[in-house]
Nanobody
Framework: VQLVESGGGLVQAGGSLRLSCAASGRTFSTYAMGWFRQAPGKERECVAAISWSGGSTYYADSVKGRFTISRDNAKNTMYLYLQMNSLKPEDTAVYYC?????????????????WGQGTQVTVSS
């Protein structure tokens, strides 16, 4: 089982980044997926989540209107994306993709079965 994130980096405030996560080794097309982030000294939080079909999504209040989660179930490797616009310095964190063996959205880290290694996003002011 592999979840591999990419797309992180350094960007100025107001800029955009698109994170990708390639998930393989399970039938991840039937899993709910989420993007989490963890800043130094803070707890890991769910910033966005999506149901297995993509029909339901969740966004943390802090990212609503700026971030968009999407998924592509069409391939053997399931791809998860997070489009991040209007980035702010407070978005700086390590971002993780995660998979939960449930059809429905869940924002609790403990409910997720598989995790990627994380990708650093740094937003400069």
């Amino acid at each position: 089982v592999q979840l591999v994130e990419s797309g992180g980096g350094l960007v100025q405030a107001g800029g955009s980044l698109r994170l990708s996560c390639a998930a393989s080794g399970r039938t991840f097309s039937t899993y709910a997926m989420g993007w989490f982030r963890q800043a130094p000294g803070k707890e890991r939080e769910c910033v966005a989540a999506i149901s297995w079909s993509g029909g339901s999504t969740y966004y943390a209040d802090s990212v609503k209107g700026r971030f968009t989660i999407s998924r592509d179930n069409a391939k053997n490797t399931m791809y998860l994306y997070l489009q991040m616009n209007s980035l702010k310095p407070e978005d700086t964190a390590v971002y993780y993709c995660a998979a939960a063996n449930t059809f429905l959205i869940d924002t609790r880290p403990g409910k997720y079965d598989y995790w990627g290694q994380g990708t650093q996003v740094t937003v400069s002011s």
